[in-house]
């Protein structure tokens, strides 16, 4: 069975970091491309970040380039979403997400259908940025 589990998420002050992790089980990372999405009130789930396990490939949501970095840990089965210099409106809910169609979609990453590739999901993490 396929489980993704989300942790890390928390209340920070604008300008902090926060280190969000996604452990899977029933799968290994090896054959899957993972992202993190993300879904404020009242606004649609949008992805953040993807990673492509297959080459190594990163994707990012434009307004999140430079600030946020995705990383994988074989070893631990474990996905990471590095989130610094964390602003207000980063605040949402985080999910992580898994896919094995092959590599990160080649479609906009904040695009609505973006989220109709991945069929595995957590159950997300809270993240509240306070100005």
């Known amino acids: 069975e396929v489980q993704l589990v989300e942790s890390g998420g928390g209340l920070v002050q604008a300008g902090g970091s926060l280190r969000l992790s996604c452990a899977v089980s029933?799968?290994?990372?090896?054959?899957?491309?993972i992202a993190w999405f993300r879904q404020a009130p009242g606004k649609e789930r949008e992805g953040v970040s993807c990673?492509?396990?297959?080459?190594?490939?990163?994707t990012y949501l434009d307004s999140v380039k430079g600030r946020f970095t995705i990383s994988t840990d074989n070893v631990k089965n474990t996905v990471y979403l590095q989130m610094n210099s964390l602003k207000p409106e980063d605040t949402a809910l985080y999910y992580c997400?898994?896919?094995?169609?092959?590599?990160?979609?080649?479609?906009?990453?904040?695009?609505?259908?973006?989220?109709?590739?991945?069929?595995?999901w957590g159950q997300g993490t809270q993240v509240t940025v306070s100005s």
């Open positions: 997400a898994a896919t094995n169609y092959g590599p990160c979609p080649a479609i906009y990453i904040g695009g609505r259908y973006y989220r109709d590739f991945f069929g595995s």
């Open positions: 029933g799968f290994t990372l090896d054959d899957y491309a």
């Open positions: 990673m492509s396990n297959s080459d190594g490939s990163t």
